[in-house]
């Protein structure tokens, strides 16, 4: 690439930016340093080189425009917005939220598909959408390149920033002044690549049509039982031309097409299912244990004496106050949690018949059970589906299970940083986050009818769904072995057999990696070894290595020194373990987008006042 900006002896300098990974949050970069250089009036020529792996700039791999239409978000349609209200104003005069943007290009019409939550496909084309809007209405001061490619190094030369690619890794770039890396699930080590090297284990699922597309007509497991698992039994089955049809009674039956696999076998270290949700906007309202005074009141912040402690006390009002409501009843909140628990033991007394609430229980209905039956699975699918329909105000199930999310926002500010002694976030991390995940962010009703739908005609069995194990025999090939100390009796289509052990054709890993890829000759990797980057570890009374990048509380790096990287931001997933929950399409949630926009253009402004000192310095020697 031939540089265009200024020489180094030249009076006004092109100053360049990466950002390297353009899926949402690599927007939502874009976004703020466009308001910025328009609200600050930069009239410096500013160079943006957008790295990315394929050509779906805006969408990324995860919503690309792409995939199947039976795909579809987790996350309700009236949720998602690519704009953020804060000052600057965006650079585009009229922008719409996702639900605004769907009316007004009659999406319905066209598709004739429910979208309280959207096709990932379709929320791919509103995320380009504004990308393409973006680029259309930028500063003229903007010059654009665009590189297909994934960034497979970067190495700091005289204070700013070289990339080398992976494509052309002995080419040389041009020097940057600022990088942002937002590399997704990418930098995780998800491989979206079409690539599929072996049909009998399959590491990685999306694209779904190309790296499913040799499992075969046999007996397949799927490792995992959240949203992948659900993504990946929709690729075999609706994806090879089956179809799901609504019955008299409201439910979903499952037609076959004859291509699927003879049976799809599900395992997972729970051995439970996401609770499903539906698109309602309406959530927990208030707090009433979890709440910033009594946290702040702790002499120490321990997981074990502080957090869950609170947490189960604010899901145990939740679901009572819910169930009070229900019976015309009214549960008066007291700081004495004992005047609570009295209330509850009235209520019981008064309606015995109703279950009494326990966090154990809440949180895995099997407890104590070695395994859990298929007709157990399905069952509870279909309770978790009535409660869901009812929505949080109306189902205590819901109302618990609702109230990780509003306490999310609030115990992210905790762990963050270190926040946490290192014992408590090493639990957090390796127990607790999977179990709210689990209880708070699960798939759309329909998601979970469908399972029913084949787990009742054994098209799905989730018989080994707990302490079934995968293992490899002497033939090289893989064997589904069930927990001898159970009953062992298995269906497959239909058919009962009695066996320890099955023979399955295809192992499928439907487990999304967190954190950041350490593989050798990857980007985070080289950037680690060299000491650009250096892994977050919490000190806090301990010792506890994340697998997450060490930065400081405005996503800057922090080299293997501890000395900042000013220049070097993260944002999104690359900081998973340092902060929490970085939800692909939030534009709050560790907001380092904004933070990033701001001190680049200082830094332009600075390098301005600077080079101007300079001048007036050679005038006066002149």
């Known amino acids: 690439m031939v540089d265009i900006g200024s020489s180094e002896n030249s009076k006004v300098q092109t100053y360049r930016v990466a950002i390297v990974?353009?899926?949402?949050?690599?927007?939502?970069?874009?976004e703020r340093l466009l308001a910025q250089v328009n609200h600050k009036c930069i009239k410096d020529p500013i160079e943006v080189h957008i790295f990315n792996s394929n050509e779906s700039f805006g969408s990324g791999n995860v919503y690309d425009k792409n995939q199947p239409h039976y795909l579809i978000m987790n996350y309700a349609s009236s949720n998602i917005n690519a704009w953020i209200e804060e000052i600057p104003k965006p650079v585009v005069e009229h922008p719409l939220s996702f639900t605004q943007w769907l009316t007004e290009n009659q999406v319905d019409k066209k598709l004739n598909i429910p979208l309280d939550f959207a096709p990932r496909a379709i929320v791919g084309d509103y995320l380009s959408s504004v990308f393409q809007q973006l680029v259309n209405n930028c500063p003229d001061t903007i010059t654009w390149y665009f590189h297909t490619d994934i960034v497979a190094d970067i190495t700091k030369i005289e204070g700013k920033f070289q990339i080398k690619k992976q494509s052309s890794p002995d080419e040389e770039s041009q020097k940057f002044n600022s990088i942002i890396l937002t590399t997704g699930h990418l930098g995780a080590g998800a491989?979206?690549?079409s690539k599929q090297n072996s049909p009998s284990f399959i590491n990685f699922v999306y694209p779904t049509?190309?790296?499913?597309?040799?499992v075969g007509s046999g007996n397949i497991v799927i490792r995992g039982f959240g949203l992948t698992c659900i993504d990946t039994i929709l690729e075999l089955t609706e994806g090879r031309s089956g179809t799901f049809t609504s019955n008299s009674s409201g439910q979903l039956d499952y037609v076959p097409s004859g291509n699927e696999p003879k049976c799809i076998y599900v395992?997972?270290?729970?051995g439970l299912p996401m609770l499903p949700r539906n698109s309602s906007n309406k959530e927990i309202s208030s707090l009433y244990y979890f709440t910033e005074e009594n946290i702040e009141a702790a002499p120490e912040f321990s997981f074990i004496d502080l957090f869950l402690p609170l947490i189960k006390k604010e899901f145990y009002f939740q679901y009572y106050k819910t169930l009070f409501g229900i019976k015309n009843r009214e549960l008066k909140f007291d700081k004495n949690f004992d005047v609570i628990a009295a209330q509850v033991t009235e209520f019981h007394s008064e309606f015995p018949e109703e279950e009494k609430y326990s966090w154990d229980k809440f949180t895995d209905p099997f407890l104590n059970q070695k395994s859990i039956s298929n007709k157990q699975i399905i069952e509870y699918l279909k309770f978790l589906v009535s409660e869901?329909?009812?929505g949080l105000h109306e189902s205590p199930t819901m109302a618990a299970a609702g109230t990780w999310?509003?306490?999310s926002p609030i115990f992210n500010k905790y762990y963050s940083f270190g926040g946490m002694d290192a014992d408590s976030q090493k639990l957090f991390d390796t127990h607790y986050f999977g179990l709210f995940n689990r209880l708070a962010y699960g798939p759309p009703i329909r998601n979970t009818q469908k399972l029913i739908a084949l787990g009742e005609i054994g098209l799905v069995d989730f018989s080994g769904v707990r302490n079934a194990k995968i293992t490899k025999n002497e033939e090289n090939s893989y064997e589904l072995v069930f927990n001898q100390n159970t009953n062992s009796q298995k269906s497959i289509n239909s058919e009962k057999i009695n066996t320890d052990k099955i023979k399955v054709d295809a192992v499928i890993n439907a487990i999304i990696p967190r954190g950041i890829d350490k593989r050798p000759d990857l980007l985070f990797n080289n950037l680690i070894t060299k000491g650009l980057l250096r892994s977050f570890k919490n000190k806090n009374n301990g010792h506890y290595e994340s697998n997450g990048i060490d930065i400081n509380k405005l996503?800057?790096?922090?080299?293997?020194n501890g000395s900042v990287e000013n220049n070097l931001s993260l944002y999104g997933t690359p900081t998973e373990g340092v902060t929490l929950d970085n939800d692909t399409l939030s534009r709050t949630r560790n907001n380092f987008a904004s933070i990033w926009a701001q001190n680049l253009i200082q830094d332009i402004q600075n390098k301005n006042k600077k080079q101007s000192l300079n001048n007036k310095s050679n005038v006066y020697k002149g």
């Open 21 to 30: 990974g353009m899926g949402p949050k690599g927007l939502y970069a874009l």
């Open 388 to 390: 869901a329909k009812k």
């Open 405 to 407: 999310r509003k306490i």
């Open 209 to 214: 049509k190309t790296k499913l597309g040799s």
């Open 191 to 193: 491989d979206f690549s």
């Open 267 to 270: 395992t997972s270290r729970s």
């Open 555 to 560: 996503g800057n790096a922090i080299n293997a």
